[in-house]
């Protein structure tokens, strides 16, 4: 039986994240509008408790239920790895914030403020050191999705015309930057045994 050091030593992957884009995004404000629909309509049934009303919720979960089928259909798959600490460090020192941003940063939230990176630079690296488009072949009986061994990662340069092109959200960038950050900085693993 391996040690527990040995274990650790064999680790197979780092943290990751596997987060879907959907392509078509008609569909998840259709997706959105249908779930705010079922609330309302199963608040209703509540309060009256009627077979029609039933039959109608039954109705719109299936109709919920073919809404994401297309949406898994019209989905491309992003994974956020984490980086080796050394390399996240590393990347972090190339990337401190500027005596501007520190200046602005103390302006705003008091004399001691301080910025881990700098905000203009970082977070396309970040994004393009810790990101892959995944291909997912199928999903299991779970809906979880099959990916086949394929990763791209992003480069810097697909980051910057994702921001440009006109066609990605600042908060849909800013979500895959937050979890390339939040991954990279996590705990999670670490005393997930516990009692809690």
């Given at each position: 039986?391996?040690?527990?050091?040995?274990?650790?030593?064999?680790?197979?992957?780092?943290?990751?994240?596997?987060?879907?884009?959907?392509?078509?995004?008609?569909l998840?404000?259709?997706?959105?509008?249908?779930?705010?629909?079922?609330?309302?309509?199963?608040?209703?049934?509540?309060?009256?408790?009627?077979?029609?009303?039933?039959?109608?919720?039954?109705?719109?979960?299936?109709?919920?239920?073919?809404?994401n089928?297309?949406?898994?259909?019209?989905?491309?798959?992003?994974?956020?790895?984490?980086?080796?600490?050394?390399?996240?460090?590393?990347?972090?020192?190339?990337?401190?914030?500027?005596?501007?941003?520190?200046?602005?940063?103390?302006?705003?939230?008091?004399?001691?403020?301080?910025?881990?990176?700098?905000t203009?630079t970082?977070?396309?690296?970040?994004?393009?050191?810790s990101?892959?488009v995944?291909?997912?072949?199928?999903?299991?009986?779970d809906?979880?999705?099959?990916?086949?061994?394929?990763?791209?990662?992003?480069?810097l340069?697909?980051?910057?015309?994702?921001?440009?092109?006109?066609?990605?959200?600042?908060?849909?960038?800013?979500?895959?930057?937050?979890?390339?950050?939040?991954?990279n900085e996590?705990?999670?693993?670490?005393?997930?045994?516990?009692?809690g």
């Amino acid at each position: 039986m391996a040690s527990a050091l040995d274990r650790l030593r064999d680790r197979k992957q780092a943290n990751y994240r596997d987060m879907p884009i959907c392509m078509d995004s008609g569909l998840v404000a259709q997706r959105e509008s249908l779930k705010g629909e079922i609330a309302r309509l199963q608040a209703r049934a509540r309060i009256k408790g009627n077979d029609e009303l039933d039959s109608q919720l039954a109705d719109l979960d299936d109709e919920l239920e073919e809404l994401n089928g297309k949406i898994r259909a019209e989905s491309e798959w992003v994974r956020i790895k984490a980086l080796a600490p050394n390399d996240y460090q590393s990347l972090l020192d190339e990337h401190t914030p500027t005596r501007e941003q520190l200046k602005e940063a103390r302006k705003q939230h008091g004399p001691k403020a301080t910025l881990s990176w700098n905000t203009d630079t970082f977070p396309n690296a970040i994004l393009a050191a810790s990101a892959y488009v995944l291909t997912c072949t199928d999903y299991d009986s779970d809906g979880k999705p099959i990916f086949d061994k394929t990763e791209d990662q992003f480069t810097l340069d697909f980051v910057k015309e994702m921001q440009e092109s006109g066609t990605w959200s600042g908060g849909e960038v800013a979500a895959l930057v937050n979890a390339a950050v939040t991954i990279n900085e996590s705990v999670a693993n670490v005393g997930a045994a516990g009692n809690g």
